[in-house]
């Protein structure tokens, strides 16, 4: 699979935006899918995955703001951001895992990734 997000650029702090990723391939039903984020000079992070069954998991941080969701007919995951913090600032990377997502959690569980997309909020 191969995957191309869009959407993000700039917000206000409290504002919404919301990102997708476009996955190519026909077995896209059979992957769990991550949004990863990696602000300058700090690691990359895990935001939100869903699995093949549409279970959803958050970061502590972003619970109740954002929403993960994703569209198997149509290859897409979303991210819904809502709420947003300035040092919510970064690139975000959609991620695939072939298979459950049961203990994925890290970048290394994650084989395949997206280019990124920049999200910047201002105070």
């Known amino acids: 699979v191969q995957l191309v997000e869009s959407g993000g650029g700039s917000a206000q702090s409290g504002g919404s935006l919301g990102l997708s990723c476009i996955a190519s391939?026909?077995?896209?039903?059979?992957?769990?899918m991550g949004w990863f984020r990696q602000a300058p000079g700090k690691e990359r992070e895990a935001v939100a995955t869903?699995?093949?069954?549409?279970?959803?998991s958050y970061a502590d941080s972003v619970k109740g703001r954002f929403t993960i969701s994703r569209d198997n007919a149509k290859n897409s995951l979303n991210l819904q951001m809502n709420s947003l913090k300035p040092e919510e600032t970064a690139m975000y990377y959609c991620?695939?895992?072939?298979?459950?997502?049961?203990?994925?959690?890290?970048?290394?569980?994650?084989?395949?990734w997206g280019q990124g997309t920049q999200v910047t909020v201002s105070s």
């Open positions: 991620a695939a895992r072939y298979g459950s997502c049961s203990g994925a959690w890290q970048q290394s569980e994650f084989r395949t």
């Open positions: 391939g026909s077995t896209y039903r059979n992957y769990c």
């Open positions: 869903i699995s093949i069954g549409g279970g959803t």
